[in-house]
C-alpha cells in the first residue's frame, strides 16, 4: 500500500473537489478536506480495499460533512453564492443564467440533487457516484438522467 503522504498528494484535490461540489465554499472544503485525511488517518485499518481508496475518501468526506452540518445548521441564501461582478451584458447574463440552473438544481430533492452535484461539480464518474451512493454505477446513470430530464422540464416552465 501506498504511504499516507503519496496518498494525500494522489487524492487531496478529488476530496476537495468534492466536498466543494457539495458546499459551494472553498474555505470550508479546505477545512474538511483536512479533517478528512485526519479521520482516514485515524481509521487507515478499517480500510479492507474492496474499493477505491478515493471512493474509501469521499465517503469519510461525506461523514465529514454530515457531521459539520449538524454541529453548524446552513442558513445558506440563494445571495451568497459567490458570483463575481462581471463587466459586459453577457456575462451578466450567463451569471444570472447560472444562478437559476444552480436554484433549479437545489430545489431538486435527493438522490437527484446529490447525483447532479457529484457530476457535474465534483467531476466524478458514474462507477465513483455509485460508490459514494453505496449504489450502482447503472444506478447512478440513471438517476443523472432523470435529474437532468427535471431540470429540463423545470427550464421549460
Known sequence: MQSFDEIYQQYAQTVYKYLLSLTYQADLSEELTQETFYQAIRTIDRYDGKCRISTWLCGIAK????????????????????????????????????????????????????????????ELSFREIGDICQKTENWARVTFYRGKEKL???FEK
Open 63 to 122: 461523514n465529514v460533512l454530515l457531521t459539520y452540518r449538524r454541529k453548524h445548521p446552513q442558513h445558506e441564501d440563494i445571495d451568497e453564492l459567490a458570483i463575481p461582478v462581471e463587466s459586459s451584458e453577457s456575462d451578466l447574463l450567463r451569471a444570472s443564467e447560472r444562478v437559476e440552473l444552480l436554484t433549479k438544481l437545489h430545489a431538486l430533492a435527493d438522490p437527484y440533487r446529490e447525483v447532479m452535484y457529484l457530476r457535474i461539480f465534483g
Open 152 to 154: 429540463r422540464k423545470e
